[in-house]
């Protein structure tokens, strides 16, 4: 079992930052892939990030590539999700999630955390 705690959410002006954290518990940490998604209001939950295990494989949407960056610390058992130049698109409740496999897919991560909101003004 994994437990997952996201928070570092808030209210930010458009081109602003904000870096989110999970915190993971259990041993097993290090084995997982960690993945962040997000979901707007009246939206599916969408890929936006994620990274392997070992940290040689990391993927990112195509909406935030460049101005977003994943990152882990194994030996705290946290992810990271560092956003910068903020759109108020980016709007969205932020959700981590841990799985075996490092994939795009919410059907790849079987732990997930509960969520914090992001939201960008213009």
């Known amino acids: 079992q994994v437990q997952l705690v996201e928070s570092g959410g808030g209210l930010v002006q458009a081109g602003g930052s904000l870096r989110l954290s999970c915190a993971a518990s259990g041993r097993t940490f290090s084995s997982y892939a960690m993945g962040w998604f997000r979901q707007a209001p009246g939206k599916e939950r969408e890929f936006v990030a994620a990274k392997s295990w070992d940290g040689r494989r990391i993927y990112y949407a195509d909406s935030v590539k460049g101005r977003f960056t994943i990152s882990r610390d194994n030996a705290k058992n946290t992810v990271y999700l560092e956003m910068n130049s903020l759109k108020p698109e980016d709007t969205a409740v932020y959700y981590c999630?841990?799985?075996?496999?490092?994939?795009?897919?919410?059907?790849?991560?079987?732990?997930w955390g509960q969520g914090t909101q992001v939201t960008v003004s213009s």
């Open positions: 999630a841990a799985g075996r496999a490092t994939t795009t897919s919410t059907l790849g991560y079987s732990y």
